[in-house]
């Protein structure tokens, strides 16, 4: 007698979409490029930004220079130093981001090497991430000040030297 053909086991399908965002984020952003590109316009945007605060300095700077007085030229001096330490800052944070990662995995590893239980290296974790980020927020902090106070004083003798050439000049502006 011959026996009965048997259907395949059908197992049954899920409702599947054909790409999930979350998936597809992941893969992008797993990319390196995808970061250079973000990194790059970034800073394409803080860099117009910061230049169109700068053109609307020099312009109100301008309207408002008189030949007997310099505190127009401080202010827009220390305007443009608050903006370029500000610039600086960022700049300099985009970098010790990731020193500061590699910094605290690093120290977490050889705490793992010497021998750490498991409960110890959690609460020093939490203690190098703290301490580690407060040392970074110092120094950049410290150092925006110090790109802020050297922008500033340059601006202002650059600033003053420009205004005395302009009276020299007759009004004459030569750029």
Same mark, same amino acid.
């Given at each position: 007698m011959a026996q009965?053909?048997?259907?395949?086991?059908?197992?049954?399908?899920?409702?599947?979409?054909?790409i999930i965002?979350?998936?597809?984020?992941?893969?992008i952003m797993s990319k390196r490029r995808t970061?250079?590109?973000?990194?790059? *316009?970034?800073?394409?945007?803080?860099?117009?930004? *910061?230049?169109?605060f700068l053109n609307s300095v020099l *312009?109100?700077?301008? *309207?408002?220079?008189?030949?007997n007085s310099g505190w127009p030229a401080l202010y827009a001096s220390v305007?443009? %130093?608050?903006?370029? %330490?500000?610039?600086?800052?960022?700049?300099?944070?985009?970098?010790?981001?990731p020193a500061t990662l590699v910094t605290w995995i690093t120290i977490l590893v050889l705490l793992t090497f010497a021998g750490k239980p498991r409960r110890?290296?959690?609460s020093e974790g939490k203690k190098l991430t703290v301490d580690i980020t407060r040392f970074v927020v110092k120094v950049l902090i410290k150092e925006g000040n110090v790109v802020?106070?050297?922008?500033?004083?340059? %601006?202002?003798?650059?600033?003053?030297?420009?205004?005395?050439?302009d009276g020299n000049n007759g009004g004459a502006v030569d750029y």
């Open positions: 009965p053909k048997q259907q395949p086991l059908q197992i049954p399908q899920q409702n599947q979409s054909p965002p979350s998936n597809f984020l992941i893969k970061w250079v590109i973000l990194f790059i *316009s970034v800073y394409t945007l803080l860099l117009s930004i *910061s230049w169109n *312009s109100w700077y301008e *309207s408002t220079v008189s030949e305007l443009l %130093g608050l903006a370029f %330490g500000v610039l600086s800052m960022v700049a300099a944070l985009a970098v010790a981001v110890d290296l959690v802020a106070a050297l922008c500033a004083i340059i %601006g202002y003798f650059v600033l003053v030297r420009r205004n005395k050439q």
